[in-house]
């Protein structure tokens, strides 16, 4: 019957406008919950009931029904807070939250009020942990999967890699002079012999040890009283310097093998006709010659005499056998031999310097005992005779380091210093302080790079023989040892790297060159820029002698790790590969290598005006603790640590869904997936269509208040007419049920 439709059909109504005040009710009851998305209710007609009419078939509506019940994903609001873990989402998207409890427990939500936990992890109020990606330091891009979000509470050490030292260096400074006085004498009557002359030959070694043999020849004419002097190099015939008839008595030369400048005098050469004529000058002797024979098949033995910077003479042997079926040699070299030794076994109580087996060279080295005093040996068969050789060696700031005093370097030896701190993997802090000064050619500054002698840990400064090396060359195993190099490696400890700097007329580096650095092992020097100022290919330490950036690289051990290896392999680039115990360290001075020496913007410079520090850094760290966090608005959390590093740690994982009105709302500002949303599409905030990260904010709730009490009169208002609906229907009942009095 009609009246009972209508009482159903109020009775729709009343449960539909129930419904929707309860949607209103929670919308209002969560104004301020953070990020809370209001609801909103649409009703829909219920499917009529077909009936006659006198104008044919009609429908008959049946009431109404809540057509849908869905979530309004509008932007809320900002609020500004104090806490730097907060963060809101600018645009679309979702934080992700996973209960770490249970597997698969994804969670969304807009609510950013994240916290750290006591583990490090970011959670939000449920403790669900935040979902991100790491971030790679060195790229500063995500990595790996999406993951838990752990803030590292403390900063581990990082070893330094790279030293950027930028100065200026005084064009006023004045060349450093290198004076070689000849002594004598030379006697000349003018009335019976005229002009006298005399000749000496000595060496001048520069840093690569390499001898310039020089010849000086010298006249002087007593009746004008002038000199003719001619200065050529043994080696090539080539003259260096010459003039006839002069009254000076200087000149200048370059050295051929650097092209150092060296001044010869000779003015305390003598005029006495009671000594006879000679020439010479003082000092010790530095270079043994030995006119070499390849049918010394069996040992052959030389002696020598060599007199020391103390004027003190040292009895040197050397035995020498070559050996036909591979072309090399074997050579021992004693001091205070024993006359009666027929083979280098039968030396007893002698000291060996020096020992080669299997070698291809002609041409060694050795110390005489007890000193860092270098002396040569050069058994070519293509030398004239054997002799020895005086010495003179250009001073540099490599020669004036001896780690064994107080001091190592006086101030007197050096132009200007700098000093910073790195670090080793450990984060203990070490002192770097790097020498220049002028050198003999004009804007040409050396540069000793060095550390706290005690602190210096390489391998050559704590074995008992440090210089032994081992070759692998085929078949044949080349050794060879400097027994007498103890001396020498113990006062260059602290020494990293050595070096010249030249300036061009504007005062920029024009090209590093000559530059070494010591070899960890041995401890000795290793050629890693050539004279041309290109970088050696293959440095005899087997390390490559630029860093990844072109910059010089040195090598350090401030922890006494010892080298995996005893075998050099020449042609085995890889072999330093083994070797990233020991830390290498680039050196920044605004100048990196590529093609050819290549300046920043800022660099190392020539000026005229005081020797200063522009610039120095490094990238070295000690450990540190975490003072505070900072968000971006790419969703980058980056770590602030108390050993001033700034480390970019984690970025936010963002979702967003196709339909995310469909998804579940499960309690606590948390969504789930749902079959009707579709699976989350994940990515970096800003990316794809997602939001931004608003720091140091909580998004509100986008319930608008005024909207809400209109929609709650209405729905007042119908539910009230709606009753009415069944109140009349009801009084229409009670008149029916009247009829049958």
Do not use: C
């Amino acid at each position: 019957m009609g009246l009972t439709d209508a009482l159903f059909t109020g009775t729709s109504g009343l449960r539909a406008l129930g419904h929707g005040m309860s949607v209103i009710g929670d919308n209002v009851s969560n104004l301020n919950t953070t990020a809370f998305k209001g609801a909103r209710i649409t009703f829909s007609d219920i499917m009529a009931q077909s009936i006659n009419t006198a104008s044919g078939s009609g429908q008959l509506g049946r009431g109404a029904g809540i057509q849908a019940l869905y979530q309004l994903f509008t932007q809320g609001a900002f609020e500004s807070t104090a806490s730097p873990t907060d963060m809101a989402i600018a645009g679309a998207g979702f934080f992700i939250v996973k209960n770490p409890q249970s597997t698969g427990s994804v969670f969304y939500t807009r609510d950013g009020q994240f916290v750290i936990d006591k583990d490090g992890y970011l959670v939000n109020p449920q403790g669900l942990r935040v979902q991100g990606w790491k971030i790679d330091e060195i790229t500063n891009d995500i990595t790996g999967a999406l993951t838990d979000i752990r803030i590292d509470r403390s900063s581990p050490p990082v070893k330094t890699t790279k030293i950027d030292m930028i100065t200026n260096l005084d064009a006023r400074t004045e060349a450093r002079t290198k004076v070689i006085n000849l002594s004598g004498n030379l006697f000349d009557d003018p009335l019976t012999s005229g002009p006298t002359s005399a000749n000496t030959t000595f060496v001048i070694r520069d840093l690569d040890g390499v001898d310039n043999k020089v010849e000086v020849t010298l006249s002087y004419d007593a009746s004008i009283q002038k000199w003719s002097y001619t200065i050529r190099d043994v080696r090539t015939g080539s003259p260096l310097a010459s003039a006839s008839n002069v009254t000076s008595t200087r000149a200048t030369i370059s050295l051929p093998s650097t092209g150092e400048q060296v001044i010869i005098d000779w003015g305390n050469i003598t005029h006495d006709n009671a000594v006879a004529n000679s020439i010479n000058i003082a000092g010790r002797d530095g270079r043994i010659e030995i006119k070499g024979d390849t049918a010394w098949t069996t040992w052959h033995k030389e002696d020598f005499t060599i007199i020391d910077a103390n004027e003190t003479t040292r009895n040197i042997r050397v035995w020498l056998q070559y050996n036909t079926a591979n072309g090399r040699w074997d050579y021992y070299v004693f001091e205070n031999y024993n006359p009666a030794a027929t083979d280098p076994t039968g030396e007893t109580g002698a000291t060996l310097l020096a020992k080669g087996e299997n070698s291809n060279e002609t041409s060694i080295y050795f110390f005489l005992d007890g000193t860092t005093q270098r002396v040569n040996l050069d058994w070519d068969p293509g030398n004239p005779a054997t002799t020895t050789y005086k010495l003179e060696e250009m001073n540099t700031l490599f020669d004036s380091w001896d780690a064994k005093g107080e001091t190592p370097i006086p101030s007197t030896a050096y132009a200007y210093r700098s000093t910073l701190f790195i670090y080793d993997s450990l984060g203990t802090p070490h002192e770097i302080t790097i020498y220049y000064n002028p050198t003999t050619k004009d804007n040409v500054w050396e540069v000793l790079v060095t550390s706290n002698p005690s602190e210096d840990q390489r391998d050559f400064v704590r074995d008992i023989n440090p210089m032994q090396w081992q070759y692998e060359e085929g078949a044949v195993i080349q050794k060879v040892e400097i027994n007498s190099g103890k001396i020498f490696t113990q006062s260059k400890r602290g020494v990293l790297m050595y070096g010249r700097l030249e300036f061009d007329n504007q005062g920029n580096v024009k090209k590093f060159y000559q530059t070494y650095r010591l070899d960890a092992n041995t401890g000795a020097l290793v050629k890693i820029i050539d004279q041309n100022g290109s970088p050696v290919t293959l440095p005899e330490d087997k390390f490559s002698a630029l860093g990844a950036n072109g910059y010089p690289l040195v090598i350090a051990d401030f922890l006494g790790i010892d080298l995996p290896y005893d075998i050099y392999a020449p042609n085995d680039p890889n072999q330093g590969a083994s070797r990233n115990d020991l830390q290498q360290i680039e050196l920044n001075f605004g100048y990196f290598y590529k093609d050819s020496w290549r300046s920043e913007s800022v660099r190392t410079t020539q000026y005229a005006t005081s020797n200063a520090t522009l610039f120095y850094d490094q990238n070295g760290f000690g450990p540190g603790a975490l003072e505070n966090i900072s968000v971006d608005n790419e969703g980058r959390i980056t770590g602030i640590y108390s050993n001033g590093r700034v480390i970019p740690l984690w970025m936010v994982g963002l979702a967003n869904f196709n339909a995310p009105e469909r998804l579940q709302k499960v309690g606590g500002n948390l969504y789930r997936e749902t079959t009707h949303s579709g699976p989350p599409v994940t990515g970096k905030p800003g990316t794809n269509g997602l939001g931004t990260i608003a720091p140091n904010s909580i998004e509100q709730s986008n319930v608008d208040l005024g909207e809400q009490f209109v929609k709650m009169i209405i729905f007042q208002r119908g539910f009230q007419a709606d009753s009415r609906i069944i109140t009349v229907s009801d009084t229409m009942l009670e008149e029916l049920i009247n009829l049958k009095r």
